[in-house]
């Protein structure tokens, strides 16, 4: 139900889009054009995280800028490295769109529209808060419903999709973000994370698309650990005081 | 008194522990720092070990009932703290490992900026 036509709110905002991408050669020109398309003054910029395949060449001739990470450092720290370069270069809004297409880039422009109206520090474009024919296996369903339960009770606010990469976050968070990211399977505790500092989240229904190509990384086995290893780290998050500051702070 | 055969053998094996941690410090193939805990720990044990009689009134304030037990016990806490340090110290270098890949990449993209920058821009010579 994406809207249609630009959005051009950013052109006095200034407002990069942040695109980590794993080999997803297939499937990132079309969410770079997409992009660009959707948010014409935004900048955009691939972070490919050690790739094997073109992504890199492919994101640059899709117009984005590409920063390569040497190996693979995971979504977590590929995300902050967009956050960091969004926090030096003074950007006031950053877009996190997931490299493998399953986001609808029209509806950028609907997570900004709320986070420019200023309702949230953080807008996160959920699958679950409307029923819109995206259908999950039911296994990931109980997984993804345990742990939108879990953080929900530790936040203290209802999530109906913990896990989505679908984000625009102003500067506040953005800052926060480029100086502490968790690194792994980021966005459940960030979740948190942005709660605890006393930032105001915000969910939007948005669309889902299936992946355009590439296999998702995600089996039985690994959605267990992944659950555990997120219920741990967001259990731990609550013992401590403050994310830790002065840590992996770019200043160029 | 000639000691008993598992004492002479625990002693022997300290030592080689010994003696290898010190070697491997010093052709430098372990850093002083993280040869600590290892020397520490060998020592300890070697002086258990010769030790006897302390071994002997030590060992049953912990429960245990044949002493040479307790220099096992010993050599067991010790490696654990031992990994558990070690761990930590894994944990501290993929942090550093991380944020230098991400200034890395941050770095090469801003060269490749302004490599094309000074390409296109006139020649002022």
Redesign the interface.
Known sequence: MGRSGAMNVSEDTKTLVIIPAYNEEESLARVVAGVRAAVPGADVVV?NDGSHDRTPLIAEHAGA???????N?GIG?AM??GF??AQ?GGYQVAVQVDGDGQHDPGEIGVLLERLLAGEADVVVGSRYLEKRGYITPWLRMLGIKILAGYVSTLAGQRFSDTTSGFRASNRRALQLCAMNYP?DYPEPESLLAFRKMGLGVLEVAVSMNKRYGGQSSITPFWSAYYMIKVILAVSILLLRRAPRRG??T?V? | MFPDRLTLFVSVAAFGLLLLVLEMVRRRALAEKYSLLWLLMAGAILVLALARPALDRIAPVLGIYYAPSALFVAGFVGLLVILLYFSAVITQLTRQNRIAAQQLGILQARIETLENALAQAPNDD
């Open positions: 972070i800028t590409v920063v390569s990470l040497p190996y450092l720290a902050q490295t960091m370069l030096a690194a840590e992996s770019y160029p």
